[in-house]
Nanobody, 115 residues
Framework: QVQLVESGGGLVQAGGSLRLSCAAS????????IGWLRQAPGKQRELVAS???????RYTDSVKGRFTISRDNAKNTVDLQMNSLKPEDTAVYYC?????????WGQGTQVTVSS
């Protein structure tokens, strides 16, 4: 089992930046990919960005060029640098990991972008 703790959410004006961090503990050797999901009110949870143990990244189209995911395998952390934030980025952001036993995610952190 992998435990996840997120930090870094908050309120920011449109055009601003935030950095989310996630620390993983427990069976971290089992992590294949780690990343971020988000869920806005009334919408389905969607993948924002992910990064594999080999460093391959994936982004949803709406954040490409604005968000950057990075991973420190030694520290078992993953960060999401979010620039040029838009009101439509407002959501609860969840750190997740994919392991051979399935997907786990954290408690979530609120990101609110005001116009």
């Amino acid at each position: 089992q992998v435990q996840l703790v997120e930090s870094g959410g908050g309120l920011v004006q449109a055009g601003g930046s935030l950095r989310l961090s996630c620390a993983a503990s427990g069976s971290t050797f089992s992590i294949n990919a780690i990343g971020w999901l988000r869920q806005a009110p009334g919408k389905q949870r969607e993948l924002v960005a992910s990064i594999t143990s080999g460093g391959n990244t994936r982004y949803t189209d709406s954040v490409k060029g604005r968000f950057t995911i990075s991973r420190d395998n030694a520290k078992n952390t993953v960060d999401l640098q979010m620039n040029s934030l838009k009101p439509e980025d407002t959501a609860v952001y969840y750190c997740f990991v994919d392991t051979p036993w399935g997907r786990n995610w954290g408690q979530g952190t609120q990101v609110t972008v005001s116009s």
